[in-house]
DNA sequence: TATTATTTGCAAAAAATTAGCAATTATGCT
DNA sequence: AGCATAATTGCTAATTTTTTGCAAATAATA
């Protein structure tokens, strides 16, 4: 979907900085908040940083924008899209997304908790194929 | 071990301050930055802020204690404890502790990336067992 | 119990986030 | 296309959160 139709589906105005933000986010995949900024600087140097927080809070609230919280990590921000796990490389930081699934898991919880599992959300620490193949 | 050993074995004294900080968490299970505050606020009134930071980040360097990051959520801390995973009740908040193995879905991932997995930090979102049958 | 390097508490600085408001702009309607 | 209007922006200032500097206090050791 279009990023302005993604916009105007949650009843916010497509300006330009949205526009720019969302691109951005596509871009990157995972940002930082410093990330968003820097590389906004250059692309549209007047969007302002209140207009950035302002929004990012926004675009969460109405699940446009997901949190990716590492621990001893900043927090990220990514466009929402289909579940799936993060791999985060300890050599170069990288996050990578993967797809995987995750019913067997769920339901031995539910089956030793009693507790009803609705969704989840996994990390795991890698070292990327990239950064072995460098060794 | 005891907390006086715990913070000896890392080179850092053993003040009644760090103390109570440790005994915190211990009671809380998992506690964020304000939880912390609050509650020995009441216990050890004269404990400052300041002091409150500059030791969770010490015992965080120094791996004593570990963060719990969840999206949408302040940040907890807890004491370092073997792996576990998070069950994070979306109706009541509470956050439970659970182990399991993750062996299998580790496997997967190294066999269709090529990456090799260190570590893995998982979270779900559940109904806890009593706000289920509260219902 | 005396010595010393650490640690604490306070106050002040720095960094991060939010709020208020006039000027601007995207949208829907003629 | 041009207008009206409510939403949004960019600015600055206010808050909130976190870190720092330093004198006084304290835990660990001999």
């Not at 951005?24 to 140097?45: N, Y």
């Not at 996994?122 to 193949?133: H, P, R």
């Amino acid at each position: 979907m279009s990023h302005i139709k993604l916009l105007k589906n949650h009843t916010l105005k497509a300006t330009p900085q949205r526009l720019c933000i969302l691109d951005t986010l596509q871009e990157c995949g995972h940002a930082t908040l410093e990330d968003v900024q820097k590389i906004i600087s250059k692309k549209f140097p007047t969007l302002s940083l209140s207009t950035i927080y302002r929004n990012l809070n926004e675009m969460l609230q109405k699940d446009i924008v997901s949190e990716v919280k590492i621990a001893n990590k900043k927090d990220y921000f990514e466009l929402k899209k289909d579940k799936h796990v993060h791999l985060v490389c300890q050599n170069c930081g990288k996050i990578e997304d993967f797809e995987i699934a995750t019913d067997d898991i769920s339901k031995q919880i539910e089956a030793q908790t009693g507790d009803k599992v609705l969704n989840d959300t996994l990390y795991f620490d890698v070292i990327c194929k990239d950064c072995l193949s460098a060794k």
